[in-house]
């Protein structure tokens, strides 16, 4: 059984997608680990509400992201873990994590890429007037939501749709999405 941490800032609801999954079998691996840049953030009390352990963490404690990530990576070999999933997780990854899980981390990102990368990537769909947007799982490099693509689902933008509507049709997709391809993941690539 593969060994997961999750990598979350905000809400949390592709963590906890993937919590069920692994509750419900659909996924068969341990998510042993969030990692969480703001302590305050919900999905560490859904980490809390799955008696899972977190490290969280706030950047500005920290001289350098190499400083902060050299912790992580203590944490990460604690817990003997195979994968990194960043869900929602809003920070560049830097060297010292990507040399240490080469090819084996992978994002979520609400568009499909190399359209939209970035922050708030919805609203970026509504602003360019696309007709269509979607979901990408890609593995992580040293850019900004650029690395090779391994899954995308695309989703149509109704006319007065509102940033609101659009962002719950993404997040369905997402959480039927990511927990399908992790799961393809740890029983054949990691
Ligand atoms: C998700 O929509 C994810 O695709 C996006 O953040 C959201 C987190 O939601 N990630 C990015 O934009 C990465 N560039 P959640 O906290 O409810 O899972």
Redesign the pocket.
């Given at each position: 059984m593969k060994n997961i941490a999750v990598f979350?800032s905000?809400?949390?609801?592709?963590?906890q997608a993937l919590v069920n999954a692994v509750e419900t079998n659909e996924l068969q691996a341990s998510i042993k680990l969030l990692v969480c840049d703001k302590p305050k953030a919900y999905?560490v009390e859904r980490a809390a509400n799955h008696s899972m352990d977190v490290f969280a963490f706030s950047a500005k404690d920290y001289p350098s992201k190499a400083a902060y990530e050299m912790e992580i990576l203590q944490k990460l070999k604690d817990y003997e873990i195979d994968l990194i999933i960043l869900?929602?997780y809003?920070r560049l990854i830097g060297d010292t994590l990507l040399q240490a899980f080469p090819g084996r981390i992978v994002?979520?990102?609400?568009s499909l890429l190399p359209n939209f990368p970035?922050?708030d990537?919805v609203g970026q769909a509504l602003s360019a007037g696309a007709k269509e947007t979607g979901?990408t799982v890609h593995y992580v490099d040293e850019g900004m939501?650029t690395g090779p693509i391994i899954a995308q689902e695309s989703v149509g933008i109704a006319a007065g749709e509102t940033n609101e509507s659009l962002q719950a049709k993404?997040?369905r997709i997402?959480h039927g999405l990511y927990p399908k391809v992790v799961q393809t993941l740890v029983l054949t690539k990691i």
């Open positions: 979350a905000g809400s949390g609801s592709n963590f999905v869900a929602g809003m994002n979520i990102h609400p970035g922050k990537a979901v939501d993404i997040q997402e």
